[in-house]
């Protein structure tokens, strides 16, 4: 059974940081692609970042990009997402998805429950 539990969320004050984890199971993790949306009250999903199976080569989207980054640990079957310099638009329900290296939800079979992450100014 395909299990992705993402953790690390919470309520931050704008400036702050958070850390995302998400645990994998019942997949060959240290062989897929992983990948962070992100869902804001009223909005669609939208894609925030990705990592390749090695962790060697990652992506972001403009809206996160030198503030975010993801990063993985095989050994654990998990993926982070180190998030800094949060602003109230980062508010949103973080979800992480296996497996591939696309930018549109459609693609992925695989999500989490989503962890809520909520910036305050």
Not at 48 to 60: F, K, L
């Amino acid at each position: 059974q395909v299990q992705l539990v993402e953790s690390g969320g919470g309520l931050v004050q704008a400036g702050g940081s958070l850390r995302l984890s998400c645990a994998a199971s019942g997949l060959p993790f240290n062989k897929l692609h992983m990948c962070w949306f992100r869902q804001a009250p009223r909005k669609e999903r939208e894609f925030v970042a990705m990592i390749t199976w090695s962790g060697g080569s990652t992506m972001y989207a403009d809206a996160v990009k030198g503030r975010f980054t993801t990063s993985r640990d095989n050994a654990k079957n998990a993926v982070y997402l180190q998030m800094n310099s949060l602003n109230p638009e980062d508010t949103a329900v973080y979800y992480c998805a296996a497996e591939g290296w696309y930018t549109v939800e459609s693609k992925y079979n695989y999500w989490g429950q989503g962890t809520q992450v909520s910036v305050s100014s």
